[in-house]
């Protein structure tokens, strides 16, 4: 019966020490041209008319996919949907995903792969991978939501949202959650969230909007 119980007891340490070996973890910031925290009223006003645009970013700690580690790299996905995200109406749009430049062969296809897990069918159609300098920083403010993260054509810079001098209507909740999985994260203010480039044949430039996330990511 002792060797028994040690036989469990060990296998429950292998089990638990796999599951943490087998994880990714990392800080997220996304962007939106719509208020993600914002009251009922405020969202349906703009359902059908914005928001059909984000940037995803991640970077990530420490964790590997499959036997290719990923420690300290960063991938941003630029997002073009054909309605509101969010809303029911969304289906699967176009994606141009940004890696990191020093990311290895196999890492550039390690980080697809993440965005895939993470972003589900919003980047079943990727038309453009590239690599480029990203910078990725979660600053230390009051709160959690101050970011910069700029990777090619694209660029977010949040602030935390002030209580006082942000609300609308004073009805304001998370309304949409983060477009990633296993993400918690805390909503905030893009100063800036821009995309410059041309794969999409469109571009935007927003500002002091409420369309923000910053915070951490999970995948296990």
Same mark, same amino acid.
């Given at each position: 019966?002792?060797?028994?119980?040690?036989?469990?007891?060990?296998?429950?340490?292998?089990?638990?020490?796999?599951?943490?070996?087998?994880?990714?973890?990392?800080?997220?910031?996304e962007a939106r041209t719509c208020d993600v925290y914002t009251g009922p009223c405020f969202a349906n006003a703009d359902?059908?008319?914005?928001?059909?645009?984000?940037?995803?970013?991640?970077?990530?700690?420490?964790?590997?996919?499959?036997?290719?580690?990923?420690?300290?790299?960063?991938?941003?996905?630029?997002?073009?949907?054909?309605?509101?995200?969010?809303? &029911?109406? +969304?289906? $699967?749009?176009? #994606?141009?995903?940004?890696?990191?430049?020093?990311?290895?062969? !196999?890492?550039? *296809?390690?980080?697809?792969?993440?965005?895939?897990?993470?972003?589900?069918?919003?980047?079943?159609?990727?038309?453009?991978?590239?690599?480029?300098?990203?910078?990725?920083?979660?600053?230390?403010?009051?709160?959690?939501?101050?970011?910069?993260?700029?990777?090619?054509?694209?660029?977010?810079?949040?602030?935390?949202?002030?209580?006082?001098?942000?609300?609308g209507c004073g009805n304001e909740t998370a309304f949409y959650p983060?477009?990633? &999985?296993? +993400?918690? $994260?805390?909503? #905030?203010?893009?100063?800036?969230?821009?995309?410059?480039?041309? !794969?999409?044949? *469109?571009?935007?430039?927003?500002?002091?909007?409420?369309?923000?996330?910053?915070?951490?990511?999970?995948?296990?």
């Amino acid at each position: 019966m002792r060797y028994a119980f040690l036989f469990a007891a060990v296998a429950a340490i292998v089990a638990v020490s796999a599951s943490v070996a087998g994880e990714i973890t990392g800080q997220y910031v996304e962007a939106r041209t719509c208020d993600v925290y914002t009251g009922p009223c405020f969202a349906n006003a703009d359902t059908g008319l914005t928001g059909r645009n984000a940037v995803m970013a991640w970077k990530i700690d420490k964790g590997s996919l499959g036997d290719v580690k990923l420690d300290g790299l960063s991938v941003v996905a630029v997002i073009a949907a054909g309605d509101t995200l969010g809303t &029911r109406q +969304v289906r $699967a749009g176009k #994606a141009i995903v940004i890696v990191d430049e020093k990311a290895s062969a !196999a890492q550039k *296809e390690a980080l697809v792969q993440l965005v895939h897990k993470q972003a589900g069918e919003l980047a079943d159609n990727i038309i453009s991978v590239r690599s480029a300098p990203v910078e990725f920083t979660i600053k230390v403010c009051h709160g959690n939501g101050c970011a910069v993260v700029e990777a090619g054509d694209a660029k977010v810079e949040t602030r935390c949202i002030d209580m006082k001098h942000d609300k609308g209507c004073g009805n304001e909740t998370a309304f949409y959650p983060p477009l990633a &999985r296993g +993400v918690k $994260a805390t909503p #905030a203010v893009s100063t800036e969230h821009s995309f410059t480039g041309k !794969a999409f044949n *469109e571009t935007w430039q927003d500002s002091e909007r409420r369309g923000a996330y910053v915070g951490t990511f999970t995948i296990r």
